[in-house]
């Protein structure tokens, strides 16, 4: 995913009202100056994240954003990476993830799911209502087999390269994953993917400790059959994109 033209940058003063953060606006050297000059000045932004983004967010830190040339919105900024407590960059704007993933795949970067001649996203499917990220179909040495993709934004950060999911409570998390094993259980092919934008994590696990409930659905799913994916990405002003696998345990 290229950003044309590249990501603007600033300094998070805060983020509330979970859907808004303040920055203040870099001067052209780069500098916060504060004059009031059109550069260095307070702005407000969108943020696209209804998470907790716990161990994201670091006020005084560079940030980075998107801008819209959309005369109708009311803040046409959109908040795309934040620097950590531990300055490694997270990728915030939980919109992006499932682009990624479709991108990623396309391009032959997730050799496990290569192959298929089909590719829908937001396909109605299960018996609790639910629309799949991802749907793969087509494939060649697998008629008549569909495979269900669910894509999951993972930047909670526990040191040591550690990633966990959620970072909050996620009732409708433990949703997928049930709509997800009752797919494998019919013989479909079923997936969790683990979308890390997060430049610190090298490994993801579930998160037991902020919702056992998830970690214990996420455990009865691979047991019926789901696989997990866990892929990294790279995040820059210019670009974000997946690069690598990295393991998963629970």
Same mark, same amino acid.
């Not at 209804?50 to 109708?72: A, H, I, Q, Y």
């Given at each position: 995913?290229?950003?044309?033209?590249?990501?603007?940058?600033?300094?998070?003063?805060?983020?509330?009202k979970?859907?808004?953060a303040?920055?203040?606006l870099h001067?052209?050297?780069?500098?916060?100056?504060?004059?009031?000059?059109?550069?260095?000045?307070?702005?407000?932004?969108?943020?696209?994240?209804?998470?907790?983004?716990?161990?994201?967010?670091?006020?005084?830190s560079?940030?980075?954003?998107?801008?819209?040339?959309?005369?109708?919105?009311?803040?046409?900024?959109?908040?795309?990476?934040?620097?950590?407590?531990?300055?490694?960059?997270?990728?915030?704007?939980?919109?992006?993830?499932?682009?990624?993933v479709?991108?990623?795949?396309?391009?032959?970067?997730? $050799?496990?799911?290569? *192959?298929?001649?089909? #590719?829908?996203?937001?396909?109605?499917y299960? &018996? @609790?209502?639910? +629309?799949i990220?991802?749907?793969l179909?087509?494939?060649?040495?697998?008629?008549?087999?569909?495979?269900?993709?669910?894509?999951?934004?993972?930047?909670?950060?526990?040191?040591?390269?550690?990633?966990?999911?959620?970072?909050?409570?996620?009732?409708?998390?433990?949703?997928?994953?049930?709509?997800?094993?009752?797919?494998?259980?019919?013989?479909?092919?079923?997936?969790?993917?683990?979308?890390?934008?997060?430049?610190?994590?090298?490994?993801?696990?579930?998160?037991?400790?902020?919702?056992?409930?998830?970690g214990?659905?996420?455990?009865? $799913?691979?047991?019926? *059959?789901?696989?997990? #994916?866990?892929?990294?990405?790279?995040?820059? &002003? @210019?670009?974000? +994109?997946?690069?690598?696998?990295?393991?998963?345990?629970c």
């Amino acid at each position: 995913m290229k950003f044309k033209p590249p990501l603007e940058q600033g300094t998070l003063i805060k983020r509330y009202k979970r859907f808004l953060a303040d920055v203040r606006l870099h001067s052209r050297d780069g500098e916060c100056d504060g004059k009031g000059d059109g550069n260095g000045d307070q702005i407000t932004i969108h943020c696209p994240n209804t998470g907790s983004m716990k161990n994201c967010l670091s006020e005084g830190s560079p940030c980075w954003f998107s801008r819209s040339d959309n005369p109708k919105r009311k803040y046409p900024c959109t908040w795309e990476i934040a620097t950590t407590p531990c300055g490694h960059k997270a990728g915030v704007n939980t919109g992006r993830p499932n682009h990624l993933v479709r991108e990623a795949i396309e391009q032959g970067v997730v $050799a496990e799911l290569q *192959g298929y001649g089909q #590719l829908r996203s937001e396909v109605k499917y299960g &018996a @609790e209502n639910s +629309r799949i990220d991802l749907l793969l179909s087509d494939h060649p040495e697998y008629p008549g087999q569909v495979c269900y993709v669910e894509v999951k934004n993972v930047t909670l950060h526990m040191g040591e390269g550690l990633g966990l999911f959620p970072d909050s409570v996620s009732t409708r998390g433990s949703k997928h994953l049930r709509e997800l094993a009752a797919m494998a259980q019919q013989g479909q092919r079923a997936v969790l993917f683990y979308c890390v934008q997060h430049t610190g994590i090298e490994r993801v696990m579930p998160a037991d400790d902020i919702d056992p409930e998830y970690g214990a659905t996420l455990r009865n $799913a691979i047991a019926a *059959g789901v696989e997990v #994916l866990a892929y990294r990405a790279t995040l820059s &002003a @210019e670009e974000i +994109r997946l690069s690598e696998p990295i393991p998963f345990s629970c």
